[in-house]
T-cell receptor, first 117, second 113 residues
Framework: AQKITQTQPGMFVQEKEAVTLDCTYD???????LFWYKQPSSGEMIFLIY??????QNATEGRYSLNFQKARKSANLVISASQLGDSAMYFC??????????????FGKGITLSVRP | DAGVTQSPTHLIKTRGQQVTLRCSPK?????VSWYQQALGQGPQFIFQ???????QRGNFPDRFSGHQFPNYSSELNVNALLLGDSALYLC????????????FGPGTRLTVL
């Protein structure tokens, strides 16, 4: 079974500063993918970034980067130059590929990020 | 390029009733997954449909059932509603032929009174 752990309480960051959201995971599979999604108050889950377990480089997408430390089983999201619109819930999720290319996503409980002006 | 759409946006039902939620996938996607997100929690996987068949199922009772149509759209049916079924129901779609990112719809917020 897979497990995602997000234990940070609500996070606060000043506008234009960087923030790191923590995620640890647990799986016995060797082939898996890690995702971060953003969920504003409207409810829609917005895909931010993906990291494959065999990717050698950390993933980056614009202001988002994923600090992947495989040995520590962590996949922290770094948001640079925070904007007011970044205020939302952030979810870390995992998929293992042993059960199929489009197997289910397992989510953590999420972290609330508030950006202060 | 139309994204994932879901209907209705909001729904209010009473205990014991039945409900049907609908999802239309993003263009080019043929795999539909359904998730239940209770307030303050992460989404929980209900089941996935591909080629009009249920391919995977999470830990949900048989009261939760689904269907996928030839045009890849999908329905989620919940029978004998309980108060605990109140949640945001999210549909996610992807291409079944590749390890693709799942894209989510805006969700249907179900309230059971």
């Amino acid at each position: 079974a897979q497990k995602i752990t997000q234990t940070q309480p609500g996070m606060f960051v000043q506008e234009k500063e960087a923030v790191t959201l923590d995620c640890t995971y647990d799986t016995s599979d060797q082939s898996y993918g890690l995702f971060w999604y953003k969920q504003p108050s409207s409810g829609e889950m917005i895909f931010l970034i993906y990291q494959g377990s065999y990717d050698e480089q950390n993933a980056t997408e614009g202001r988002y980067s994923l600090n992947f430390q495989k040995a520590r089983k962590s996949a922290n999201l770094v948001i640079s130059a925070s904007q007011l619109g970044d205020s939302a819930m952030y979810f870390c999720a995992m998929r293992v590929f042993s059960t199929g290319a489009n197997s289910k996503l397992t989510f953590g409980k999420g972290i609330t990020l508030s950006v202060r002006p | 390029d139309a994204g994932v759409t879901q209907s209705p946006t909001h729904l209010i039902k009473t205990r014991g009733q039945q409900v049907t939620l609908r999802c239309s996938p993003k263009s080019g996607h043929d795999t539909v997954s359904w998730y239940q997100q209770a307030l303050g929690q992460g989404p929980q996987f209900i089941f996935q449909y591909y080629e009009e068949e249920e391919r995977q199922r999470g830990n949900f009772p048989d009261r939760f059932s689904g269907h996928q149509f030839p045009n890849y759209s999908s329905e989620l049916n919940v029978n004998a509603l309980l108060l605990g079924d109140s949640a945001l129901y999210l549909c996610a779609t992807a291409s079944g032929t590749a390890a693709d990112t799942q894209y989510f719809g805006p969700g249907t917020r179900l309230t059971v009174l």
